[in-house]
Structures are given as structure tokens and as C-alpha cells.
């Protein structure tokens, strides 16, 4: 097999790794690319377990890179999330929603570097505890009691119930025909009392500084946005796309000052948990756009 060849065999789970460890789609993939030029410098050596080589220097890379992000992320402006992930709706997804969901993504980050390695590594992956122990040059003990910290972390995150994608659209669905019309009785309806909506503009475009707590702020919220003309049931072919964006059906919407991403959350009493809207245009280099 040549060295090409070997590598992209474990393109996918080095490219789902870094995404995760790491909650960008650009980062995964110069983490990649890095661990490619690693892997062909590495190729006058005997490497017998080709698959381990490369999810430890993939693993470590992105452990560096996630110490160097610390200060910048600590002084981004307004709430922070991950770059979303983009599946066409052509496409088969590649990935189970709650393995990718935001609310996963985001009980990741309140975890150490090490943590979020450890828990990926053995509770997504299936590594063994050796091999983990092998990559992060820690002993077995010691990345089983990370993992127990960081699982008690994202516990909360899982989803207890089973949503299924159709339901899921019909949630999204509903919730774009409300917000055409304007109607709130209609929105009230399709938003759980205690919903959740995000946005990340990183300083760059026009974005809540802080959540919207339960269904009456996101309302008064939405019913202001600037953006609300441009979704009208006249226009709605042109303003926006559906995806599959982390998981679930989303929204790829095009607005007068560029891209913006909508994720949703289903929640188990038949209404929207959350919503996730990213502006920031540094996050969204990788959307296609509505008319592409």
C-alpha cells in the first residue's frame, strides 16, 4: 500500500476526531494536513501500526493547538460556537446527530484539553486505555480517572430520549413557517418553555452578547431581527437553504451582509430545545452558499 494510500484510509476518523477536539471544520483539516506532512517525513521509519501513528500525532497536535487557543478564546467577544458542521441533504449523513450536536460539542468545551481527549478517544472512538495512555504519555490509571471527570461533564449533555430525524424536520419546518408569518401563537407552539438560542457574530456582525433564555425572549428577539423581511414567505426560495447542520435539519440563510447558520436542538416534549445561529464569517468560509 502506498504511503498516500495508507493515510486516507484513516483520513475520516482523524478528520472527526479533530473536529471534536477542536469544534472547527477548518482547524480539523489543517490538523490533517499537518499530520499528513508528519506521516510522509515519518516514512523512513517501520511503522507497524499505521492507524495508532496517526490518531496519536493527530491527537497531539490538536492538544497544541487547543493550549494556544486558550487566551484567544478567552477574550472572544459575545457567546462562542463551534464552526457548524455541513452535510448536504443529498449526502448520507456520516454521523449519528447527538455525536455531533452542539449542545455535545459545547459540554466538550468545558473540559480540560486532556479530558476531552481521553473521553473522545475512549468513549467515542473506542480506544483502549493502553493505547490512550500511550498517546497523551500518561498511565492507564490516570486517563481512567479523566475519563470518569469528563463523563460526569457531558452526562448532562446526552440526550435521555430519542428523536427522530423526521420529527426533527417537522420541528424545523414548522418553526420556519411560523416565523414567515409572524405568528406567535405558531412560535410559542414549535419553542419549549425553556428554550435556548445562541448566537456567535465573534465581534465581526450583529449578535446577542448573551443566551436567550426561554421562548418569550427568543421571540421578542426573532420578531426584531433585521433579517426576519428577507425570510418572508415571497422571498423564501432565495434567502435560504436547508442542510443537515450538526445533525439535524438546519438553515443556511443568505443575508444582505453574508451567511448565517442555523442549528436546532429537538427537545423530548415535541418542541425545539435550541437554537444556534452563527454569523461569524470566519466560521462560515466553508458554507456554500444559498444560490451554489
Known sequence: MSDLAAFEAHRARLTRLAYRMLGSVSEAEDVVQDAWLRWRRAQTQIIDDPAGWLVRTATRICLDRMRAARVRREAYRGPWLPEPLIEEMSEESLERAEAVSVAFLL???????LERAVFLLHDVFGDDYGAIAEILGRNEAACRQLAT????????????????????????????AALQKNDVAALKDVLAQDAVMISDGGGKRKAALRPMVGRDEIITLLRGLAWRGSMSAANADAAFRFARINGWLGLIVELQDGLMTLAFEPGQDGRLAAIYLVRNPDKLMHVRGVAE
Not at 459540554?107 to 484539553?113: C, T, V
Not at 469528563?150 to 420556519?176: G, Y
Open 149 to 176: 471527570r469528563a463523563r460526569a461533564h457531558v452526562r448532562e449533555a446526552r440526550p435521555r430520549f430519542s428523536v427522530s430525524q423526521d420529527e426533527a424536520a417537522r420541528l424545523v419546518a414548522a418553526f420556519m
Open 107 to 113: 459540554a466538550l468545551e468545558r473540559l480540560s484539553p
